[in-house]
């Protein structure tokens, strides 16, 4: 299980995304920011190449 936390990312946040592979982490993440976090197009690249960095294995 792969586990993406947002508090990781420097966010004051308690999101955590879970999922099996990366590729839905992403999506996960991607939906999140959007909702929470005011990424209306989609988390920059920039940010998600940073939370790429963050996924742990579980
Ligand atoms: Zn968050």
Redesign the pocket.
């Given at each position: 299980m792969k586990v993406l936390r947002?508090r990781d990312?420097g966010?004051d946040?308690?999101?955590e995304a879970r999922a099996e592979t990366e590729e839905e982490l992403m999506k996960l993440a991607a939906v999140?920011?959007k909702a929470?976090?005011g990424f209306a197009d989609g988390v920059p690249t920039e940010v998600a190449t940073k939370l790429q960095s963050l996924i742990r294995d579980e």
């Open positions: 947002c990312a966010a946040c308690d999101f999140h920011g929470d976090h």
